[in-house]
């Protein structure tokens, strides 16, 4: 399905037998473009495809029995929803069909990755390492000029209400605490991962970002989180939250 509407070379059938179905979205050339209208496309002669793991997302598409655009349930630059609750909440009042697929298990967006002329380039880290692409298909490029063609670039993104201060040994008065690590219990403390695991961390993220924006604090503090592996994807979208990329 996804090759009748994308032109996948080698590099593409590597990544897509490894981790397909899954958290890997591969930004190919249009291969018809009588199939994805221009809408979808962002008006580009690119197209992003992924295949999800999900049983729910699945049967959706294999009962449509062809590819579905699918956004993401959260309004231009807002934090994921990660729950079926945040998702309704986030823009629930504009659909007129839902479906609770339960909370997230990864809970971070997908690796997006460019197979356009050139090497491969990281155009958004995920839920998929660097060095699990690295292994099959060689070194990754940054993102250079194909940023545009992935969605989660916008230097403030992912963002709460209230402004995110990084790299926080512990919160100031009035703020809320995203921890990680042991860290002391406290009313505005969110700990991602008590036991300083990355993967418990990501599928944390958005939710406890969420769930400290509602306290209306005045600012919320984010302990430092470790950049290998999986943490890159994390401060990737800690550093949009913020409001810069650095």
């Known amino acids: 399905m996804a090759s009748r509407i994308a032109r996948l070379d080698d590099r593409a059938l590597r990544l897509t037998e490894a981790f397909w179905p899954g958290p890997l979205t591969l930004v190919a050339p249009i291969a018809d473009a009588s199939l994805v209208c221009d809408l979808a496309r962002a008006g580009l002669d ?4 992924r295949a999800p793991a999900h049983l729910i997302a699945q049967s959706v598409i294999g009962a449509l029995g062809r590819p579905l ?17 945040d998702a ?3 823009t629930g009042a504009s659909a007129k069909v839902t479906l609770d697929g339960g909370d997230c298990a990864i809970g971070l967006e997908s690796t997006v990755i460019s197979l356009l002329d050139g090497p491969p380039r990281l155009l958004r880290p995920g839920a998929v390492t ?9 070194p990754l490029a940054e993102a250079g000029a194909d ?3 992935s969605p989660g670039r916008l230097a403030r993104h992912y963002a709460p209400s209230a402004p995110v201060r ?16 042991p860290t002391p219990d406290g009313p505005m403390t969110f700990n991602l991962s008590p036991a300083g695991d990355l993967r418990e961390a990501a ?3 958005f939710s406890a970002l969420r769930a400290a924006d509602a306290l209306a604090p005045s600012a919320i503090a984010v302990a430092p989180i470790p950049d290998a592996g999986l943490g890159e994807a994390i ?12």
């Open 88 to 90: 309704v909440a986030e």
């Open 46 to 49: 690119t197209v992003a495809v």
């Open 130 to 138: 660097r060095s699990q692409i690295e292994a099959l298909i060689g």
């Open 147 to 149: 940023a545009a063609r």
């Open 235 to 246: 401060n990737d979208r800690l550093r949009r939250a913020a409001g810069y990329v650095g």
């Open 203 to 205: 599928a944390r993220l």
């Open 69 to 85: 655009v699918a956004p993401s349930a959260n309004r231009s630059g807002r934090p994921s929803p990660t729950t079926f609750a």
């Open 166 to 181: 990084l790299h926080a040994v512990a919160p100031a008065p009035g703020e809320a605490f995203l921890a990680f690590g």
